[in-house]
């Protein structure tokens, strides 16, 4: 009788391939294309704006996720992404010797991102559906090592080595980046190619009748994961968490590679990618272990203030670099590859504080799954804004005071780790230690609930939403219309300025909303009752108050350059 092969070794067939696959495209969209900008002469404030916003393309990724469920199987669509992505990429290769290359590489880079977020979401279905959980277990470890490989090949081994093949050939730097785009395509290609003998095609639970469907179970999902109580204490640590990070995630590669008449450190991009995704990654990832460890050992409530330091302190190291390079002391190559890699340790060690808290606290529930694509996707989505600023604001004050900006925007980061609320501390025992299953009982979940407070909780979660919505307009409209803004002349931004004057009367809808449901949330509750998600109410209130005074701040700006 022939000996069958076991599930372990038949996934090992697909998901190394599937992860490599998943990492290539992000990070030549974040990682590569930045250091292809600096390199061919363009502004830091250019690339920070036009590369921080494509990253809203992963942000939203949920909001269309259940529809790719009603057509053909997931393999179809990470084959057919796969094969997209590969054209794409050889189409910016293709655009580099053109006048309009920064426009045309940007738009295209812009439907990579979309075509590589859908390939993540049938990619992670897969590997869900078509091994079971013991596998998927095992395999983990494999999964992450596999998308960090993408990086380290993408956006460091390929850079590095082409650099080499430069200086020694005489290539110019446009011919380079030609070939690094090109070579990335081919391997997305051939890669698409492999999984097409060798990549199952996951299955589908309950596949969806209607978009219609789609949209009411979206819908649905959507708004239990605001009826958590502390709902916006939670939020305020997923959206300050990385709020420095956040501002030296792209503008750090650029400082690296800088001219040194400007403050920089003068590297080519062949240095950069070896410093940042082979001694970068090593020790990003030796902290990320570490980091896990130290959690796990004291308890994620004790730990996490500690993390917090761990993930802003090392930025200490950027202003420690950029203060030399300023007084033009000179910095070795050492000098910087250790400075570098004492961040990313960091970083690395912090980080799982910010992953384990939304899975341990904010993510529970009968949709854990769901509800937590919707942390990490809010996660990443401030991001956005910081990455799109920073460029800016390097330009304006020079590398040296916005590495002491970034240590000042740490503040927030830590304070919001050290008054994280854990709602789920001792209430849910239960269910954090069954935190894998797709459906758990919660101290929140309706069946625990009296009826005065499962009416409170319904109409102080329709005010969160409202204020969500109004949070999300200033987070993606105001800042791509802003970002349209950067470096245009005075008196030229008329439309764009007409555009934000109409978003202000949305919001203002939004914010007539929230507070309309609060003060109904109030009423039912009485004096005494539903406290705990009377403070959602409350919490809906505070943040549609922030977003008026940043809506005051965007105008303002608008108008300086619009009149």
């Known amino acids: 009788m022939p000996v069958k092969s076991s599930p ?44 921080g916003s494509i990253g809203i393309a992963w942000s939203l990724k949920p909001l269309w996720a259940a529809f790719l469920d009603m057509y053909r199987t997931k393999r179809f669509f990470v084959i057919s992404m796969e094969l997209l992505i590969a ?47 013991p596998t998927q277990a095992r395999l983990a470890g494999m999964q992450s090592m596999f998308w960090v490989l993408g990086k380290v090949l993408a956006a460091g081994i390929l850079i590095s080595v082409l650099d080499r ?34 990549l199952p095609a996951g299955s589908v639970t309950d596949r969806p009748g209607s978009a219609r469907q789609v949209v009411t179970d979206f819908v ?58 082979v001694y970068g990654t090593v020790t990003l990832i030796v902290g990320g272990l570490l980091g896990g460890w130290f959690a796990g050992r004291v308890g994620l409530s004790r730990a996490l203030w500690v993390l917090g330091l761990f993930l ?18 000179g910095v070795g190559y050492g000098t910087i590859v250790t400075m570098v890699s004492i ?76 008054r994280a609320p854990f709602p789920l501390r001792e209430e849910d025992e239960e269910a954090l230690a069954d935190i894998g299953s797709q459906a758990v009982t919660t101290v929140d979940d309706p069946s625990r609930l009296t009826a005065t407070e499962r009416a409170v909780q319904a109409l102080a979660g329709r005010a969160s939403v409202y204020a969500m919505l109004n949070i999300l307009t200033v987070l993606i409209v105001d800042a791509r219309i802003l970002g349209s803004l950067q470096g245009q002349p005075a008196g030229t931004g008329q439309v764009q300025f007409a555009i934000l004057l109409g978003v202000v009367a949305v919001k203002g809808f939004f914010a007539f909303r929230t507070f309309s449901l609060s003060r109904e949330a109030q009423a039912v509750a009485g004096p005494a009752t539903a406290q705990a998600y009377l403070g959602n109410a409350k919490g809906a209130r505070v943040a549609t108050g922030i977003c008026a005074a940043a809506t005051a701040c965007v105008l303002v700006f608008a108008a300086r350059v619009a009149f």
């Open 8 to 51: 372990t070794l038949r996934s090992l067939l697909w998901v190394p391939s599937l992860y490599l696959a998943m990492g290539i495209p992000y990070n030549v969209v974040n990682g590569t294309a930045v250091r292809m900008y600096k390199s061919l002469g363009y502004a830091d404030s250019q690339i920070t704006v036009a590369i």
């Open 87 to 133: 054209l794409l990429l050889l189409g910016v290769a293709m655009s580099i010797p053109t006048s309009g290359f920064f426009q045309t590489s940007i738009a295209i880079l812009w439907v990579t991102a979309f075509a590589s977020s859908t390939q993540d979401i049938c990619g992670d279905g897969i590997y869900l559906t078509a091994m079971d959980k």
């Open 165 to 198: 093949v430069r200086v020694s050939q005489g290539w110019t730097q446009p011919r380079m980046w030609q070939t690094v785009m090109a070579v990335s395509a081919a391997g997305m290609a051939a890669l698409a190619a492999y999984h097409v003998f060798f």
């Open 220 to 277: 649905g999902t959507a708004t239990t994961f605001f009826h958590k109580r502390a709902f916006w204490g939670m939020i305020a640590f997923v959206f300050l968490y990385r709020l420095g990070e956040g501002l030296i995630l792209q503008e750090g590669q650029l400082f690296l590679q800088g001219a040194q008449s400007r403050g920089g450190l003068g590297l080519t991009a062949g240095e950069v990618s070896n410093i940042e995704a």
């Open 312 to 329: 802003n302190i090392p930025h200490f190291t950027y202003i420690y670099l950029s203060h030399f390079a300023a007084a033009g002391h």
């Open 343 to 418: 961040e990313k340790f960091g970083y690395g060690f912090g980080m799982v504080g910010n992953m384990i808290y939304m899975m341990q606290q904010l993510a529970p529930g009968r949709c854990t799954m769901t509800h937590y694509a919707f942390a990490t996707a809010l996660m990443n989505l401030v991001l956005v804004p910081t990455a799109m600023v920073s460029g800016p604001l390097a330009d304006w004050l020079g590398f040296s005071t916005f590495f002491l900006v970034v240590m000042l925007a740490s503040v927030p980061s830590v304070l919001a780790a050290w």
